[in-house]
């Protein structure tokens, strides 16, 4: 069939966005406008940006927030969101879907968590970081992933999914942290009014709703309380997603049964000259669009068209709002204070011991076993990777930090190590066989 004049435009674009390191580089190349652009002779437009003022709503009834308030509570809202529909979909069918298969990533992510944070907590206790102890034990799936899979073909897919299955495992953490640890004086009622929405949204599921609008509606309301409660509003974003549909209304045998009827009919059906089809061919096709609607999860539909979104607009706005740091020269003398030493020291060094020895006790009291085709090299490049902490180490730093001198601190050190472990894992494993 020839192709249209747009889609032949279209194609290397659609191809570039299906690659799997895509995301991280688009990702990257915010990272290097936002430092540009802050350090440039246009460095005041750059702050002055993100303090503009945005108002959705009536009178009373509006939200009045800055620019970076929407992106980091509003729009980073939706990638946990996305967030959440992964980690559905994993406990359902996933990587972390029985106990066998989720024990050994599961306890990589929280030795990848635990020592990262003792390293910070260590380094500055008893001064007024060392509430940024969460900072470190982030990992950036997206960037780590990218790299990995520049890393060369010689690596086993089951590396991929290892490390695919620990970041998700590291976001239920991360997001663990932020509920329990990284939430402000709670306002009960504005909470309570989310919970009857979230309860109304399980109910819609329980009987069988699968209108996303329904889902969408709500889970804003979900969002707004959320935001008004105190309670930070990227946890309704994966509370929201466990509330989403994941079946089907059909099962396989029945789809493909239709599917060969439906085809039958519409190519039986009388034929219109021209480029029209005809009334009964429209009408197979109207059943066949129907039944594949009904084959499908919704869960599944909402995750594959949010990803582009989450990928190539809103981690990249989040990094071009938080990574604009001034870097001066006196960048390399700034890193030694405790919070940049411990987000550094946190991220490439507790990260490599934390997923690597939990990783080897598992091995060794045989609780579960490397994944197939992998060797120790793999892992070591894995958990090094996984000191790729960069989007949600930044979130973090604005949850845990008020004062400017220890957001930017924090920034430079998420910097420095990401580099580091970014650089040392890809070097590793490219010279891995």
Request: net charge neutral; glycine share 8%; with cysteine.
């Amino acid at each position: 069939m020839a192709k249209s004049p747009i889609d032949q435009i279209l194609r290397p674009v659609n191809k570039f966005i299906h690659q799997e390191f895509t995301g991280g580089i688009v990702l990257f190349v915010s990272v290097i406008i936002a430092i540009i652009w802050a350090n440039s002779a246009w460095h005041q437009s750059y702050h002055h940006l993100w303090e503009i003022n945005l108002s959705v709503g009536f009178n009373e009834m509006s939200f009045n927030r800055p620019l970076h308030v929407w992106i980091n509570d509003g729009l980073m809202a939706l990638f946990f969101f996305v967030i959440g529909l992964e980690l559905k979909r994993e406990f359902m069918a996933g990587e972390l879907s029985s106990i066998k298969k989720a024990s050994l990533p599961m306890m990589a992510a929280l030795g990848g968590m635990l020592v990262p944070a003792a390293i910070f907590f260590v380094i500055n206790h008893g001064l007024s970081s060392e509430g940024g102890w969460g900072i470190p034990m982030a990992t950036d799936i997206a960037f780590s992933l990218a790299l990995l899979s520049l890393a060369g073909k010689k690596i086993p897919g089951s590396v991929k999914v290892f490390l695919s299955a620990l970041a998700v495992a590291d976001d239920l953490g991360a997001v663990l942290v932020i509920a329990f640890f990284y939430t402000a004086h709670i306002s009960f009622f504005p909470l309570a009014v989310a919970g009857v929405f979230l309860l109304i949204l399980v109910l819609g599921n329980l009987l069988g709703i699968r209108n996303t609008i329904f889902y969408l509606i709500l889970g804003i309301i979900v969002w707004a309380g959320f935001l008004l409660s105190g309670v930070h509003a990227t946890i309704a974003g994966v509370l929201v997603a466990f509330t989403i549909p994941a079946r089907t209304k059909i099962d396989e045998d029945e789809y493909l049964r239709d599917m060969r009827c439906y085809a039958d009919q519409f190519e039986n059906a009388m034929r219109q000259d021209g480029s029209l089809i005809s009334h009964e061919q429209y009408r197979a096709l109207e059943k066949i669009k129907q039944r594949s609607v009904d084959a499908e999860t919704p869960l599944q539909k909402i995750e594959n068209s949010l990803h582009p979104w989450v990928a190539f607009i809103i981690m990249p706005l989040f990094a071009l709002a938080n990574s604009g740091m001034i870097i001066g020269k006196d960048f390399f003398s700034s890193l030694v204070n405790p919070v940049s030493l411990g987000v550094m020291i946190g991220l490439v060094l507790g990260k490599f011991l934390g997923v690597f020895s939990f990783t080897w006790l598992m091995v060794r009291l045989k609780l579960a076993n490397l994944p197939r085709g992998a060797s120790w090299k793999h892992i070591s490049g894995v958990a090094i990777l996984a000191g790729i902490g960069f989007t949600m180490s930044l979130f973090i730093t604005g949850l845990a930090f008020q004062e400017e001198t220890l957001i930017d601190q924090a920034k430079y050190g998420i910097l420095v190590a990401s580099l580091i472990a970014g650089v040392t894992g890809l070097l590793l494993l490219r010279n891995t066989r």
